[in-house]
């Protein structure tokens, strides 16, 4: 037993070292500018942009091969950031400063599902010969889910209304105007 025990010791031991040598001479070193680059942008591996994931996406800025303005759900504010980043002059006024996102006629909807299949952020939910909808909080306008639908029922619609999340959500204080003639409507009473 005692033999064993001592055997599997000098195995790590062994193990750790050969490992320990191998993460510091077989380790790539990354390029810090795209590092920077990809804490930057939205992480959300949508690919908007042309590319599989922001890591590429990042690498291509940092190397000079794409424009600031590649990134449709960073929107302005991160075609700015990047340019200031970058030390590169951009017009914004090329940029589409209105937010869109997927909207589904659910008329023309038949539920085959081929839409929540291309989704890079899960936000159409519906079942198979279902209708389907758009959670539009969570959309980043990628438009992938209109190339494969085979009613053309998804439209890309600008965002109008704001919905309501759980950070946005106010509930009225006890007592105030707005609470009282929620319970009348009710019926609930004091």
């Not at 070292?17 to 390029?31: I, N, T």
């Not at 998804?154 to 707005?178: D, L, R």
């Amino acid at each position: 037993m005692l033999i064993a025990a001592a055997a599997l010791a000098v195995l790590g031991l062994f193990l750790g070292v050969v490992l320990s040598m191998a993460a510091r001479f077989l380790s790539v070193e990354s390029d810090p500018l795209a590092d920077e680059l990809e804490q930057m942008l939205p992480n959300l591996q949508c690919g908007q942009c042309g590319f599989v994931g922001c890591r590429p996406a990042a690498e291509a800025l940092s190397a000079g091969e794409i424009e600031v303005t590649l990134c449709p759900p960073g929107g302005v504010a991160l075609a700015a950031k990047l340019a200031e980043k970058l030390h590169v002059e951009i017009d914004l006024s090329k940029m589409d400063h209105e937010p869109l996102v997927a909207f589904v006629h659910e008329e023309r909807c038949i539920g085959c599902t081929k839409c929540i299949l291309v989704c890079p952020t899960d936000c159409i939910i519906g079942a198979p010969k279902k209708l389907h909808t758009v959670i539009a909080s969570a959309c980043v306008g990628g438009a992938a889910c209109i190339e494969v639908c085979p009613t053309d029922c998804i439209e890309m619609v600008p965002v109008t209304i704001k919905e309501a999340n759980v950070q946005s959500w106010k509930w009225p204080k006890p007592g105030s105007p707005q609470s009282t003639s929620s319970q009348r409507a009710t019926g609930s009473a004091d």
